[in-house]
């Protein structure tokens, strides 16, 4: 038997435990047998069970989703007051059985993170804020590559990005210049943002100055990144992949470089 890890939120315990979650009494947490995943259980413990062990989803369990830069601060933590900001994210915490939503893992300091997922429509130019999720500190990093390339955490979300979709290097570094290749072109847009997601599910309303306060947000972050918003990010000597892999993930930062010149030294 494989145990798959599950995120049972505690209000749900016994709807787990009726759809076949056994509680895991030394390392205290909800798991199922995987054979389980492939049998009529699954669609009662389907709430339950982090993307990357769903038999049924299509595409990536977990991909980077860089921020456009016009959009950096552009989310609920900028326009909220901390006390709403922290009943969201809490609840995102809950929801998630305190597990990453993706691989069903937890961080070492702590379990997990909360991601505002963001869908973008290229066409309508709108960034529409579809729900909130506790992803695992790693899984996190994966999904802001950028921020994480800065902290020369890369390799640690190249191997997380791997393992959660199964991919090979190439599989994921070609992901990795797609989602760079995106966000170039994102970033060169004007955005509409559309928060009501948090109105919908936590009756929360939108603060009349939303607007400024996002902007004064991506002015401040926009302010503190080490290099101009357009050309971010850019590879540092902090950097220790191997170079077969560098010399993959870091296509897009080439094309990237066309914008920054000489600061580019790849
Ligand atoms: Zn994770």
Redesign the pocket.
């Known amino acids: 038997m494989t145990a798959v890890p599950l995120c049972v939120p505690f209000a749900r315990r016994v709807e787990a435990k009726a759809a076949g979650a056994v509680w895991q009494v030394q390392e205290r947490y909800w798991a199922c047998d995987s054979s389980l995943l492939r049998t009529d259980a699954y669609s009662r413990l389907k709430p339950f069970v982090p993307r990357m062990y769903r038999p049924d989803l299509e595409g990536p369990a977990l991909r980077p989703w860089l921020i456009p830069s016009p959009l950096w601060g552009k989310n609920l933590r900028a326009i909220l007051s901390t006390e709403e900001w922290d009943r969201v994210r809490r609840h995102a915490y809950e929801e998630s059985g305190r597990r ?1 939503r ?2 069903g ?1 937890r961080g070492p300091r702590w379990p997990v993170e909360a991601d505002e997922g963001f869908a973008y429509d290229d066409e309508g130019l709108t960034h529409t804020l579809m729900g909130v999720i506790g ?2 500190p ?2 996190h990093e994966v999904r802001h590559w950028g921020k994480t390339v800065m902290k020369g955490r890369e390799q640690a979300a190249l191997d997380q990005l791997m393992r ?1 979709n199964g991919w090979s290097v190439e599989t994921a570094a070609a992901a990795v210049d797609e989602a760079f290749e995106r966000w170039s072109w994102r970033s060169e847009q004007t955005w509409t943002s559309d928060y009501s997601w948090v109105t919908r599910t936590h009756g929360i309303a939108i603060p009349a100055n939303a607007d400024a306060r996002a902007n004064a947000a991506n002015l401040q972050i926009i302010g503190e990144a080490p290099i101009s918003h357009t050309t971010w990010p850019i590879a540092t000597d902090e950097m220790t992949a191997h170079d077969h892999v560098r010399s993959s993930v870091f296509t897009p930062m080439r094309r990237l470089g066309k914008f920054i010149g000489g600061l580019f030294h790849r």
């Open positions: 990453c993706a691989c893992g992803l695992c790693t899984c959660v």
